[in-house]
Structures are given as C-alpha cells and as structure tokens.
C-alpha cells in the first residue's frame, strides 16, 4: 500500500518507520529543512521536504495514488487541511489526522476526514486505566456513530448494588453490553444481579457518559 | 451587522477601519495581539487574542450572533479551519475565507467556502495592466 505521511515529527517518525518495516511504499513530507534532512540521513529517499498541505507538495509526493494519507502535524489546522486537499484535491482513498483539541474531533469527522485520531484522548484512556478507583476507561470509540465503548468497576456503595439489570434506569443511548464478575463473563439478561466488583463493558454516547458513570456508580 | 474579523496583518488594517466607518460592529482576533494599538487605530473595534480555530474563544465572542465572519490571517490553514467552524459549527450567515496560495482556492471553493486569493486577484489585475500596456 502506498502511504504519505505528513509531519515528521516524534509520532511521524516513528509511524514511518512502522509502515516501512511491514513493507508499505512510504512518503515522509516534513516541511522544516534541518527535521527533513535528519529524516533523509536515517530513511534515505522516503523524505520529502515541503508543505505538505500545498498541493505542488502532494502531487510531487503522488498524492493521487496514495491509499492512505496521514496528517500528524502539530498543529491540527494543517492537519485538517492536508487531508482535505488530498481528499478533495487528489481523491486520496483514505485519510487520517491527528487531533490535539478534544474539541475538534467531531469538527474533523464532519468534514470529511475518514479517522481521526485524538492524543489527548488517547493519554486520557491510558490515565484512566491506571487510576484504580471509579474510573470511568474509554476502551473504543466507534467513529461513525459517534459513541465509546466505555468500562467501569461497580463500586462496594453503589446504589446499583443489588440491583438487576431490569431496575436500572439507564441514561437515553446507553447500553450494558457485558458484566464481568469473578466467575468470569456474562451476558447482561434481565435477572442478572449486580455485585460491587463487577466490571461493566456499555455502550454510550459522548453526552451521557457523566450520566452512565452516575447511574452506575452513584450513591444512594 | 456585527462582523468577526480573523487576523491583523494588512487586509485587515485596511478592511477594519472601512468596515467600522459603515458602522459595523467589528471584533478582530488576533493570535499574536500584534494589531498596532487597536483602540486608538480603529475605535469602536474590539480586540480579542485567539488563532480562530478554538470554538470556545469564538462562542466568547457570541459567534452565535454575528453576521459576518472574515478569516484574513496570514495562515491559509488557519483561515481554512476557523472558516469551516464558523460555517459549519455556528452557521454564521456569511463567511469568507481568504488563501494567499492561489492554487488552493479551488480547493475551498469546491468544499463550499466562499474563497477570497489575494495572489489571484493581483496576479490577473497585473496581467491586465501590462496587456493594456502592450507588453503581453
């Protein structure tokens, strides 16, 4: 698969070096000279030094025969604006950006581009998982509609303790789809009591997440 | 009309005052506060510091009210960005994105922005002058 990746900076870099080492064709466009050249020492004719979101620079780097675009800049406003002249310019098959703004997540999949990628998301998930109490932990986004599949541990004073699955009032969009308990994993039917300690797998969307979290871990 | 101007280098120098002299109502962001003097320069404008592309500096700016949004800065990425917000996020009734880079401004304008390319306008008005002139 032929791949141009934009911003060669710390993650640029290494995803180059990723997607050559499984034997994709790689294009590494990196606008700053002294960066560019040191991607050419160490890569050789992978490097190409310009900006990647002009389109002199994408179509020197054959950006109409690229099945995948990466845009990992720093700065998401170059980033949006790579993918979209390679989209919209060179009918690029699939693009991908880097979001350093939460908030610009949505924005960017509004616009067209295929999978956006949220560091401070990302960062967020990983803390999330180290921190061993009532954490909410984003396992997956699911893109094209918007929702996270999110995990909680039922916590000893939860009010839910106790509880069926049939009592709880979940919030609108919001779905228990697993229980993990000591025994192992279960299916959330009807009867299905829940215990402090289970681990909860569910499905939401963005805006109900507080509310999901309280449902399930709120005090009485 | 209210009108939320994007960037502080010469465009806007010129189009604020013009704009402000029509009794608009005119908000200049600027990322670097590198306007010179706004009070002064163009009274009645207020001067905010932001990049445009944040949408909680532009909901401090009630973009939910104004008529007009220009994105002038020198950065045709940025200009791209804060314009597909003010579009697509805020639905301000009127926007116009300006691109240095003129081979961009098909770009944008296929994705339904109304595109401004100073280059452009400047390359074909030099282009007419010298034809008048007999040089072309």
Same mark, same amino acid.
């Given at each position: 698969?032929?791949?141009? $990746? $934009?911003?060669? &900076?710390?993650?640029?870099?290494?995803?180059?070096?990723? #997607?050559?080492?499984?034997?994709?064709?790689?294009?590494?466009?990196?606008?700053?000279?002294?960066?560019?050249?040191?991607?050419?020492?160490?890569? %050789?004719? $992978?490097?190409?030094?310009?900006?990647?979101?002009?389109?002199?620079?994408?179509?020197?780097?054959?950006?109409?025969?690229?099945?995948?675009?990466?845009?990992?800049?720093?700065? *998401?406003? $170059?980033?949006?604006?790579?993918?979209?002249?390679?989209?919209?310019?060179?009918?690029?098959?699939?693009?991908?950006?880097?979001?350093?703004?939460?908030?610009? *997540?949505?924005?960017?999949?509004?616009? &067209?581009?295929?999978?956006?990628?949220?560091?401070?998301?990302?960062?967020?998930?990983?803390?999330?998982?180290?921190?061993?109490?009532?954490?909410?932990?984003?396992? #997956? &986004? #699911?893109?094209?509609?918007?929702?996270?599949?999110?995990?909680?541990?039922?916590?000893?004073?939860?009010?839910?303790?106790?509880?069926?699955?049939?009592?709880?009032?979940?919030?609108?969009?919001?779905?228990?789809?697993?229980?993990?308990? *000591?025994? &192992?994993?279960?299916?959330?039917?009807?009867?299905?009591?829940?215990?402090?300690?289970?681990?909860?797998?569910?499905?939401?969307?963005? *805006?109900?997440?507080?509310? #999901?979290?309280?449902?399930?871990? %709120?005090?009485? | 009309?209210?009108?939320?101007?994007?960037?502080?280098?010469?465009?806007?120098?010129?189009?604020?005052?013009?704009?402000?002299?029509?009794?608009?109502?005119?908000?200049?962001?600027?990322?670097?506060?590198?306007?010179?003097?706004?009070?002064?320069?163009?009274?009645?404008?207020?001067?905010?510091?932001?990049?445009?592309?944040?949408?909680?500096?532009?909901?401090?700016?009630?973009?939910?009210?104004?008529?007009?949004?220009?994105?002038?800065?020198?950065?045709?990425?940025?200009?791209?960005?804060?314009?597909?917000?003010?579009?697509?996020?805020?639905?301000?009734?009127?926007?116009?994105?300006?691109?240095?880079?003129?081979?961009?401004?098909?770009?944008?304008?296929?994705?339904?922005?109304?595109?401004? =390319? =100073?280059?452009?306008?400047?390359?074909?008005?030099?282009?007419?002058?010298?034809?008048?002139?007999?040089?072309?």
């Amino acid at each position: 698969m032929y791949v141009i $990746v $934009v911003g060669c &900076g710390r993650i640029g870099l290494h995803l180059t070096k990723a #997607l050559l080492a499984v034997g994709h064709e790689v294009t590494a466009i990196e606008k700053d000279p002294v960066r560019c050249h040191n991607v050419a020492d160490e890569l %050789g004719s $992978v490097a190409l030094q310009g900006d990647g979101s002009s389109l002199d620079t994408l179509k020197e780097a054959g950006a109409s025969r690229a099945e995948l675009v990466i845009a990992v800049t720093d700065a *998401d406003a $170059v980033n949006l604006a790579v993918c979209q002249m390679a989209k919209g310019m060179f009918n690029t098959t699939r693009t991908m950006a880097l979001v350093k703004n939460p908030s610009h *997540d949505a924005l960017f999949r509004l616009l &067209g581009v295929d999978r956006v990628i949220n560091s401070t998301h990302l960062i967020l998930s990983n803390i999330e998982e180290e921190v061993p109490s009532r954490a909410l932990i984003h396992l #997956l &986004g #699911l893109q094209r509609h918007s929702m996270d599949i999110v995990a909680l541990s039922i916590p000893p004073d939860a009010a839910v303790v106790g509880k069926s699955v049939s009592e709880l009032v979940m919030p609108p969009n919001s779905f228990i789809t697993l229980v993990v308990k *000591d025994e &192992g994993p279960t299916l959330p039917h009807e009867d299905l009591v829940l215990h402090a300690g289970d681990d909860v797998v569910a499905v939401t969307v963005p *805006d109900e997440e507080q509310a #999901l979290y309280e449902t399930l871990t %709120g005090v009485e | 009309m209210q009108v939320l101007i994007l960037g502080c280098g010469e465009l806007v120098q010129h189009i604020a005052p013009a704009l402000i002299g029509e009794s608009y109502q005119v908000i200049i962001l600027d990322e670097h506060q590198r306007c010179p003097d706004p009070t002064p320069r163009y009274p009645g404008a207020e001067t905010v510091p932001s990049t445009g592309v944040l949408m909680e500096d532009l909901q401090r700016c009630d973009i939910d009210d104004v008529d007009a949004f220009l994105a002038l800065s020198e950065d045709d990425n940025q200009n791209a960005m804060a314009a597909q917000i003010a579009s697509h996020i805020f639905s301000v009734p009127k926007v116009i994105c300006h691109v240095g880079n003129p081979s961009k401004y098909n770009a944008y304008k296929n994705m339904g922005l109304n595109v401004v =390319s =100073s280059t452009a306008t400047v390359s074909e008005n030099m282009l007419l002058y010298l034809k008048d002139l007999g040089c072309m």
